[in-house]
């Protein structure tokens, strides 16, 4: 019997397709990475000379709360560093040096609640959420590539955000 589950086990683990990538570029919003395969993108048309721009990546749609999409979402966001050739912002709390040298960031990741017992949200339950990811400078730019998800999928979506970090280009 011990045997007969784990084949079971095994075979049911082969039959699991494997997600896939396609490459991405957005020479507007200055980026190139590998996103999953059949997730819609969301993209403002016109990302060029924007200080803030976001593609998101929209995978296992849950309905949405204000506009919002739950289930998986891999975002990137675009900050830009300057305008003109002023730094806008200080930003110590993420790269001590602010150097205008390309750098990464730790990785970091939280809980938290989506919605709940609000005026907008009256009856509602909040939704456990889960967000990962890192920031990426540029000597122009911050770029947060970042999967946001309902808790209890997101490790199921963990290869789209592992993907994403270990193909992201600035650029």
């Known amino acids: 019997m011990r045997h007969l589950l784990l084949a079971v086990l095994v075979a049911s683990a082969a039959c699991k397709k ?3 990538y396609e490459p991405y570029s957005d020479t507007g919003a200055g980026f190139s990475l590998e996103a999953p395969k ?3 993108r969301d993209a403002d048309p016109s990302p060029a000379g924007k200080p803030v721009t976001t593609t998101e990546f929209i995978g296992d ?4 709360a204000e506009g919002v999409a739950l289930g998986a979402a891999l975002t990137v966001t ?10 806008l912002a200080d930003t110590k709390a993420l790269f001590p040096d602010d150097a205008a040298a390309p750098a990464e960031s730790q990785r970091y ?3 938290y609640e989506h919605g709940g017992p609000t005026p907008m949200h009256a009856g509602e339950a909040p939704v456990q959420m889960h967000v990962e990811g890192k ?3 540029t000597a122009d730019a911050f770029y947060v590539v ?9 490790e199921r979506h963990r290869p789209a955000l592992e993907r994403a ?4 280009r600035p650029g």
């Open 18 to 20: 494997a997600p896939s």
């Open 38 to 40: 059949g997730w819609p």
């Open 61 to 64: 749609p849950k309905p949405q």
């Open 78 to 87: 675009r900050l830009s560093r300057k305008a003109g050739a002023k730094v």
């Open 109 to 111: 990741s939280r809980d």
């Open 135 to 137: 920031v990426f400078r």
């Open 146 to 154: 970042e999967l946001r998800g309902v808790k209890e999928k997101f």
């Open 165 to 168: 970090l270990s193909t992201f």
